[in-house]
C-alpha cells in the first residue's frame, strides 16, 4: 500500500491534538483543585476500608465522654459485647439498656421533641421530625469478642479513644496495623505507636497472623476480594503491596519475591489471564495499541516477553500478513520493509543489538545463518564478540544445538573452542 | 487427532456456553466439599493491517477457558497458626477460535493460511483452533509446618521469570523465617500435551509432529524439557527478607519427526538472590538480581537482570519511589540468538503519587534509558516523563494519563482520557480517548499520529456473572480507520 509522504500541515494537526490532550489533562486537575468545595476527609493509612468496615448511619446522639458515662464500665451498657463470638453481632445497646437513667427521656407515654431528641437526631426545633434507622453493616471480617477478651485485651485495646469522644464510629474501630500488634507481632513498631500505649493487649502468646484469621475467604482459601463497594486492596505498608498506578509495573517485583503473599487473594489464572497474551487486558494496552506496539516493543522488548512469546506469538501474525520472511507466497509483501539497503546493511547489527526480540519476531534462524554462519553453510559473518573462542567450551558442551546451526560440524569445533 | 481436536473443541464450547446460562446468580454457603466453576469468554472482531503490504486479516477471535475448582477443608478450626489444613484442585480448558482470514485488500483474495493444502498460502505458525490446559493441579495447604504440597499443571514466578510446568511443587515454613520451597518437572511447551508457548524463552518456534517438517524448514522439532527449582528464604520483611533461588533447565535429546538427531542441552541454568527490607512503615528497601551460570563472559554479561529500589511515603499522601534496573536480554541457548552480542539497558524511574483527597490523585515520574551498544555504536540515551491524574465525582470516575519519550529511539508521545459512570449497582458505562504520536525509525513510512475512541458498558448480571461490550475506533494515517468490537462475560461461582 503507497501513503503519501509528509505534510507541514499533517505535522500541525498532530501537534495541536497533543497540546490539545495535554491542556486537557491539566485542565481536568485545575478545574477540580479550584472549585472551592469542601475538601473531603483525606484518605490516609489510618483510615477504615469502606469494604471492611462499611459506611454506617448513626441517628444516635451519644456522648462517651460525658463524665455519667465515662464512670461506666463498657459492659454496664454493651453487655453482650464480652461474650459475642461474631462480628455481625449487633452490640450496640438497646433503649432498654439507657432505661435506668434515662427513664424520664424514654418514657412514650409522654413524648416530646424534647425528650426524645435527647438520644435520637432529626428533631428540629421549630417542630419537624425526620428521624433516620441508623445502619450499623456488619464488619466483613472474623472477630470474637469472647476470645480476645478471654486472651486479656480490654475493650481500648480494639476501641482506643472511645472514652474521650463524643459518638464511637467506624474511626473506632481497629485498623489492620492494630490488629497486628498481636497477630504475628509482625508491626510492633509502627502499629504500637499507632494507638495508646495502655492498648497493648496483657496476652504474651503471638496470635495468628494468616490472612483468612480475619478476612473472609472462599472455600479453597482465597480471600474475597470483590465487594459492592469495590476491590479489596492491601496497604502499602504490607510488603509494599498498595495496588497505586505504579501498581502495573511493581507487581512482578513483588509478585516475584513473595508469591505466596500475592496468592492469598489472586488465583493462578488471574496471572494467567494477562501473562498468556490470548486477550488484550485494557489496562495494558491501551487504545489502538495494534499501531504503537512496534515503538514499545523496540524500546523494552523484554517486557513484551513477559506475555508473548515472540517466536510464536508475535511471528505468527506477522507471518499472516506477509511482513516476516517466513511468509506463505501468496501474502508476502513485495516492497521493503527496512530501510534501503544501502543503509540497513550497516544499521541492521545495531537494531539487532538494541532489540534482537524485534527481529525474532519476523525472522527465522536461517534469514540470519545465511551470512552469519560458517562458511559452507553461511557467509562466514562472525557475530561473535572478540575473544569468543576463548570462553566457548562450556557453552559448547552445555548446549550444542545452536553451534550445529550455524557450523555444522561440532567435533571440528571441539577442538577450536575453549 | 483433527477428529479427536472437533470433539474437544465443541465440548469445550458446550461447557462454556451451560456455564455461562446454567449459573444462577447468588452465592451457596460453604460445605465441607466446595465446587467451583468459572467461564471466561471473549470475543473480538477487528481487521489487523500494515503498510507496506496488501494483507489485512479480518480477526474473528474467540478465546473461552471453562474453569472448575474444588476444595475441600480437612478440619472445622485453624490450628494455632491460623492455618486449615485444605485439600484443592483446579483445572482450566481454553479454547482459542480464530473465524477470519487472511484477506488481500479490498477482498479480492482471501485466503485460509491454516490450510496446508493451499500452497501459496499455507503458514504453519497459524492455526484456527487452539485448545489448551492452562492449569490443572491438585494441592493440599495448610499442613503441619506450613507444608504445602501442589501436583500437576502451574505456573511459577520468581525474579528469575515466570513459567509454566507439569511439575510437584514442595513449600514448607516451619519457621515464620525460614521457608524452603522445590519443584521439579517438565517445562510446558507448545508441543506439549494441551501446551502452550506462553513462557517458553525466546528461541526457534517448536511445532507438532502433525506439521510436515519439509513445509516448514525453519520450525524445530518438540523437545522435552525436564527442570528443576530450589528457594530458600529467610528472615522477614521489618528487617530483612531474603529469598535464594536456584534454576535448571534441559532440553533432552532426541529425534525430529524424520527420525534425524536432535542435540539436547542445557537451557538455563540460573541463580538469584532478592533482598526486602522494610524498616519503617514508610521507607521500603529492595534489591533483586539473576546470575546465568552458563555465561562465561564478563560479570556485566553474566548478571542479566539486577534491580534497586526504595520507595519512602513522605507523608500519608504523597509517596515518592525511585529505582535503578538493569537487564541483559537473554534468549534460548538452543538457537543462534544466543550468540548474538545485545545491549545491556538500564532504566532508571523516580516516581511520585499524591492522593489530594480521597476523590483526586495524581502522578508524574520522570524516566532514563540507556542501552549500552559498546565500540563505537556508543550507547542510547533516551529521557521521558508521565504524568496522570484520577479523580471520581459519586458516580462519575475521570482519569487522565500522558507520557513523553524523546532520544536516540526516536520521539513517542501519549494521551489518554478516561471516564466511567455508574449507572446503578449493576451498570457502569465506560469511554476513552487516546492521541498517541509515533515515528518508528526502522520503518520510513511508519509514522503519525492516532486518534482512538472507546465507548462500552460493563453489566453485572449477579453475584456470578458480568459482561462486557466495547466498541472502538481508531485512525491513522498509517492504516486509515481501524475498528474493534469486543464482547465478553465472565462467570464465576462457588456451589
Known amino acids: 500500500m503507497n501513503l503519501p509522504p509528509h505534510a507541514a500541515s499533517s505535522r500541525i494537526a498532530h501537534g495541536a491534538l497533543l497540546a490539545l490532550g495535554l491542556a486537557l489533562a491539566v485542565a481536568l486537575g485545575l478545574t477540580h483543585a479550584a472549585n472551592g468545595q469542601p475538601r473531603p476527609r483525606r484518605a490516609t493509612p489510618e483510615g477504615r476500608s469502606a469494604i471492611i468496615y462499611p459506611l454506617q448511619r448513626i441517628a444516635i446522639r451519644m456522648d462517651h465522654a460525658h463524665p455519667a458515662h465515662r464512670a461506666l464500665p463498657c459492659v454496664q451498657c454493651h453487655t453482650s459485647a464480652p461474650a459475642s463470638r461474631a462480628s455481625r453481632d449487633l452490640l450496640i445497646p438497646a433503649e432498654s439498656t439507657c432505661n435506668p437513667c434515662h427513664a424520664a427521656q424514654t418514657d412514650r407515654e409522654a413524648p416530646t421533641a424534647a425528650r426524645c431528641g435527647t438520644c435520637h437526631v432529626g428533631y428540629g426545633a421549630d417542630g419537624t421530625r425526620v428521624v433516620p434507622a441508623s445502619t450499623f453493616p456488619a464488619p466483613r471480617l472474623h472477630f470474637s469478642h469472647a476470645t480476645h477478651v478471654r486472651l486479656g485485651a480490654t475493650c481500648e485495646s480494639c476501641h482506643a479513644g472511645v472514652r474521650d469522644t463524643a459518638l464511637a464510629t467506624r474511626d473506632h474501630l481497629p485498623t489492620m496495623r492494630q490488629c497486628l500488634t498481636c497477630h504475628g507481632g509482625a508491626r510492633s513498631d509502627g502499629a504500637r505507636s499507632a494507638s495508646s500505649p495502655n492498648a497493648t493487649p496483657r496476652t504474651t502468646r503471638s496470635a495468628p497472623a494468616t490472612c483468612t484469621t480475619c478476612h473472609l475467604a472462599e472455600p479453597d482459601g482465597v480471600l474475597r476480594t470483590r465487594f459492592a463497594e469495590g476491590m479489596l486492596t492491601p496497604p502499602d505498608w504490607l510488603l509494599g503491596m498498595g495496588h497505586d498506578a505504579d501498581w502495573i509495573v511493581r507487581h512482578r517485583w513483588i509478585g516475584a519475591d513473595q508469591g505466596s503473599a500475592c496468592a492469598s487473594c489472586h488465583r493462578e489464572s488471574e496471572c494467567a489471564d494477562c ?27 523484554t517486557r513484551c516477553a513477559s506475555c508473548h512469546t515472540t517466536q510464536r506469538f508475535c511471528t505468527e501474525c506477522h507471518a499472516r500478513l506477509g511482513l516476516a520472511t517466513i511468509a506463505a507466497p501468496a501474502v508476502r509483501a513485495t516492497g521493503r520493509y527496512h530501510p534501503p539497503a544501502a543503509t540497513w546493511e550497516r544499521a541492521h547489527a545495531l537494531e539487532a543489538k538494541r532489540s534482537l526480540a524485534a527481529c525474532v519476531s519476523c525472522h527465522a534462524e536461517r534469514d540470519c545463518v545465511a551470512c552469519h554462519g560458517a562458511l559452507g553453510i553461511g557467509g562466514g559473518l562472525s557475530p561473535h564478540p572478540a575473544g569468543f573462542a576463548n570462553r566457548c567450551g562450556p557453552l559448547l558442551t552445555a548446549n550444542p544445538r545452536a553451534c550445529v546451526t550455524c557450523h555444522g560440524d561440532v567435533g571440528a569445533l571441539e577442538g577450536r573452542c575453549r | 487427532m483433527r477428529c479427536a481436536a472437533r470433539v474437544v473443541r465443541r465440548v469445550s464450547l458446550a461447557l462454556s456456553l451451560w456455564l455461562s446460562v446454567a449459573v444462577p446468580c447468588g452465592r451457596s ?36 477457558t471453562a474453569g472448575f475448582g474444588w476444595a475441600h477443608a480437612l478440619a472445622e478450626e485453624p ?11 483446579t483445572v482450566r480448558l481454553r479454547l482459542t477460535q480464530e473465524f477470519g482470514d487472511t484477506c488481500l485488500v479490498a477482498r479480492a483474495l482471501c485466503v485460509r493460511a491454516t490450510d496446508p493444502r493451499d500452497l501459496a498460502a499455507f503458514q504453519p505458525l497459524a492455526r484456527d483452533t487452539w485448545i489448551d490446559v492452562p492449569t490443572a493441579y491438585a494441592e493440599a495447604t495448610g499442613l503441619p509446618l506450613g507444608l504445602e504440597v501442589r501436583l500437576g499443571r502451574q505456573l511459577h514466578h520468581d525474579v528469575m521469570g515466570m ?64 527442570l528443576v527449582l530450589a528457594a530458600l528464604e529467610l528472615g522477614r520483611t521489618p528487617i530483612v527478607r531474603a529469598r535464594l533461588a536456584f534454576r535448571e533447565m534441559r532440553d533432552l535429546a532426541g529425534t525430529d519427526p524424520t527420525g534425524a538427531h536432535v542435540e539436547g542441552g542445557v537451557l538455563a541454568r540460573r541463580a538469584s538472590l532478592s533482598l526486602a527490607s522494610q524498616p519503617l512503615d514508610a521507607l521500603r528497601l529492595e534489591a533483586d538480581g539473576v546470575l546465568d551460570l552458563l555465561d562465561t563472559g564478563p560479570l556485566t554479561q553474566r548478571v542479566i537482570a539486577a534491580r534497586t529500589g526504595v520507595s519512602v511515603r513522605v507523608s500519608d499522601a504523597w509517596r515518592v519511589a525511585a529505582r535503578v534496573e538493569r537487564q541483559v536480554p537473554r534468549f534460548d541457548p538452543g538457537s543462534i540468538w544466543a550468540y548474538f552480542v545485545t545491549a545491556p539497558i538500564a532504566e532508571t524511574q523516580l516516581d511520585t503519587d499524591w492522593t489530594a483527597s480521597e476523590r483526586l490523585t495524581f502522578g508524574a515520574g520522570l524516566r532514563g534509558r540507556r542501552a ?68 518508528d525509525a526502522n520503518r520510513p513510512d511508519l509514522y503519525g499520529t492516532t486518534v482512538s475512541e472507546v465507548v462500552g458498558a460493563r453489566w453485572q448480571v449477579g453475584d456470578a456473572t458480568s459482561a462486557l461490550v466495547e466498541l472502538e475506533h481508531a485512525a491513522s494515517r498509517v492504516v486509515g480507520h481501524r475498528f474493534r468490537a469486543v464482547l465478553a462475560l465472565r462467570v464465576e461461582a462457588w456451589r
Not at chain 2, 192 to 217: C, K, M, Q, W, Y
Request: glycine share 10%.
Open chain 2, 29 to 64: 454457603h460453604a460445605r465441607a466439599d466446595d465446587v467451583r466453576i468459572e467461564s471466561d469468554s471473549a470475543f473480538q472482531a477487528y481487521e489487523v493491517r500494515s503498510p507496506g503490504t496488501s494483507v489485512f486479516q479480518t480477526r474473528r477471535r474467540l478465546v473461552t
Open chain 2, 372 to 439: 549500552e551498544l559498546g565500540g563505537q555504536d556508543g550507547e542510547d540515551v533516551d529521557l521521558g516523563a508521565e504524568g496522570r491524574a484520577r479523580a471520581r465525582f459519586g458516580p462519575l470516575g475521570v482519569g487522565g494519563s500522558m507520557f513523553v519519550w524523546s532520544g536516540d529511539l526516536g520521539p513517542m508521545a501519549g494521551v489518554l482520557l478516561d471516564g466511567t459512570l455508574r449507572v446503578d449497582r449493576t451498570l457502569q458505562l465506560e469511554a476513552r480517548v487516546s492521541v498517541w504520536h509515533f515515528d
Open chain 2, 79 to 89: 490450628d494455632d497458626a491460623g492455618r486449615t489444613p485444605r485439600l484443592t484442585a
Open chain 2, 163 to 226: 513459567l509454566r510446568a507439569d511439575a510437584v511443587r514442595v513449600r514448607v515454613e516451619p519457621w515464620d523465617t525460614v521457608a524452603l520451597e522445590a519443584l521439579a518437572g517438565m517445562l510446558v511447551r507448545d508441543t506439549s500435551l494441551g501446551g502452550s508457548p506462553a513462557f517458553e524463552p525466546i528461541g526457534a518456534p517448536r511445532l507438532d509432529v502433525n506439521v510436515d517438517p519439509t513445509r516448514a524448514s525453519f520450525i524445530a522439532a518438540p523437545i522435552t524439557t525436564p
Open chain 1, 275 to 301: 501473562h498468556d497474551g490470548r486477550v488484550r487486558p485494557r489496562s495494558v494496552h491501551p487504545n489502538d495499541y495494534l499501531t504503537v506496539h512496534t515503538q514499545e516493543a523496540r524500546r523494552e522488548p
